[in-house]
């Protein structure tokens, strides 16, 4: 079973930075793509950013340019760096592994990290 551990929420004021960290118990490699998502109370879950195995990401128009996804293949692992937060941003994220397969492909989330902007 594949497991996803997400560190480095917390309280921020706007304009500030955050980085989010999500930790695969396996190899990273083994996925199509990894991302983040997030989720404000009374909204829909929504893609932030995802990476595919490739190398290629994919940004939400309302986090391009303040945001970025990496992968770190040594450490299993897939960052957010977050800059210059608003109180928009404020939501729980979650880590998303997916791997494809014939039909519907297979997601894997993290428990999820809090995320809140505010002064």
């Known amino acids: 079973q594949v497991q996803l551990v997400e560190s480095g929420g917390g309280l921020v004021q706007p304009g500030g930075s955050l980085r989010l960290s999500c930790a695969a118990s396996g190899s990273i490699s083994n996925f199509y793509s990894m991302g983040w998502y997030r989720q404000a109370p009374g909204k829909q879950r929504e893609l932030v950013a995802s990476i595919t195995s490739g190398g290629s990401t994919n940004y939400a128009d309302s986090v391009k340019g303040r945001f970025t996804i990496s992968r770190d293949t040594a450490k299993n692992a897939v960052n957010l760096q977050m800059i210059s937060l608003k109180p928009e941003d404020t939501a729980v994220y979650y880590c998303?592994?997916?791997?494809?397969?014939?039909?519907?492909?297979?997601?894997?989330w993290g428990q999820g990290t809090q995320v809140t902007v505010s002064s």
């Open positions: 998303n592994a997916r791997r494809l397969r014939v039909g519907a492909p297979l997601d894997y």
